[in-house]
């Protein structure tokens, strides 16, 4: 004969005792992280809209960064622009003080020309250099992003676009028709110097440079010279 011996006060006791510790381990956790709802059986509807509600502040809080790193952008463009605008200004004053060809001599003449040569060279360099975390703010490579398809690609070597108006798309197409071909610049003189101050204004796919030429310039001294700024305009 089999005999089951129950003690109903015991089994009660340890019950207690489990309701107990799961109580405690529930109320430690709680504590460790400091949430009230640490998983889906402490409440399953709180459970959802709380992640509902830190995916939200998740998403303000990397917004909040973005807009702060546009601000750093932009404040970076900026200042580059004031000191852009300061040399143009510079350079608006030396072209009207060199107007008053009655009171100024060819050597002031040229000493202008030549701090505006270097009032354009610095606007480039900064226009050059001017990025942030790497990508160039101001030198109009973020202008426009083009895609040239013609038969002849080989013959053409480059299109600019100065302005564009996109309206409410991203893309648009323009026909264009070249009449003309490309040829090489060329400055005639006779007797093998100049006779008189020249100013030459020389542009390449690089950018443009003002050159400015006294009386008796050799052909030697204009070559040197245009290559002496063939980094910034792109012409030898």
């Not at 600019?160 to 108006?165: D, H, I």
């Amino acid at each position: 004969m089999t005999r089951i011996n129950t003690n109903v006060a015991a089994l009660r006791g340890l019950q207690s005792v489990n309701k107990a510790n799961n109580t405690l381990g529930t109320t430690l956790q709680r504590l460790s992280t400091g949430l009230q709802i640490n998983n889906g059986k402490d409440n399953p509807s709180g459970l959802i809209a709380s992640e509902t509600l830190r995916s939200q502040v998740t998403a303000i809080e990397q917004s909040i960064k973005n807009s702060n790193r546009a601000n750093n952008v932009i404040a970076t463009a900026d200042s580059a622009l004031g000191e852009i605008n300061g040399l143009l200004n510079q350079i608006r004053g030396l072209v009207q003080e060199g107007l008053n060809t009655g009171a100024l001599s060819d050597s002031e003449i040229g000493a202008n020309q030549l701090q505006i040569d270097a009032a354009l060279n610095a606007i480039n360099r900064i226009a050059g250099n001017t990025s942030f975390a790497g990508d160039k703010l101001i030198d109009g490579s973020k202008a426009f992003t083009k895609t040239v398809t013609t038969a002849d690609q080989a013959k053409l070597s480059d299109v600019q676009l100065n302005e564009a108006l996109f309206g409410s798309s991203a893309t648009i197409t323009v026909d264009a028709t070249i009449t003309t071909a490309a040829s090489k610049g060329t400055l005639y003189y006779t007797g093998g110097a100049l006779t008189q101050a020249t100013t030459v204004e020389v542009s390449g796919s690089k950018g443009s440079q003002v050159l400015f030429f006294g009386a008796s310039s050799t052909e030697s001294d204009i070559t040197n010279a245009i290559n002496n700024t063939s980094d910034v305009t792109g012409v030898t």
